[in-house]
């Protein structure tokens, strides 16, 4: 008696293996472009929340009188946003000289202030003062009431009640906005 081994033989045809692998290949691209859009989405979300602690770090600063080249500077401390020269990078800074807005050589790391460079795909894409956009804007806490001002430019320091910091994700163009109100409410939307 002769038994055809291939008649008795269990497995996959070759159409069966294909459609398989297809549907495998067809939900591992899915979860991979979702997890590129999560990744994308969760680096937009850090470099708002940095900012906002960075803001809130100024504002610390400004309130607890930290020194800054071994003196309390006049007009506290702040955070300064200038989209015309980079819009991917702000100053945390001391307002030596109580005017309210930046001026060079108020932000130099070894004396207490700083520069952050934002993540490559993120930028600096508006600033509002109140519902105004501008180029410039100007962060300062100033000890002892407490005092939050919110100042444009430095060519025009007029005061507003709030200001608002808008960063966008170059490849999918999300956005995060973080805003500061009067009363020093810094707050991630």
């Excluded at 495998?24 to 994308?40: D, E, H």
């Excluded at 940095?50 to 009188?65: E, H, V």
């Excluded at 071994?70 to 702040?78: C, D, E, K, R, T």
Aim: hydrophobic letters at 40%; proline letters at 3%.
């Amino acid at each position: 008696m002769i038994v055809n081994f291939f008649k008795f033989q269990k497995g996959f045809t070759m159409i069966e293996l294909l459609v398989s692998v297809s549907i495998i290949a067809f939900l591992m691209s899915i979860f991979i472009t979702n997890y590129r859009g999560g990744s994308r989405q969760l680096e937009l979300s850090l470099a708002a929340q940095k900012m906002a602690s960075d803001i809130r770090l100024a504002q610390s600063k400004g309130l607890g009188s930290a020194e800054y080249n071994n003196s309390v500077p006049a007009g506290g401390w702040g955070v300064y946003f200038d989209r015309s020269v980079n819009d991917k990078r702000y100053l945390v800074f001391a307002d030596l000289n109580n005017n309210k807005i930046y001026d060079a050589g108020e932000a130099i790391t070894g004396y207490g202030g700083s520069t952050v460079d934002l993540p490559i795909n993120i930028s600096i894409s508006d600033l509002k003062f109140n519902v105004s956009t501008t180029n410039r804007l100007n962060i300062t806490f100033v000890p002892p009431d407490p005092t939050t001002n919110i100042y444009s430019s430095s060519f025009s320091p007029a005061t507003t009640t709030f200001g608002s910091i808008v960063l966008r994700e170059s490849t999918d163009n999300s956005i995060s906005t973080i805003k500061v109100n009067s009363f020093g409410l810094i707050e991630v939307q």
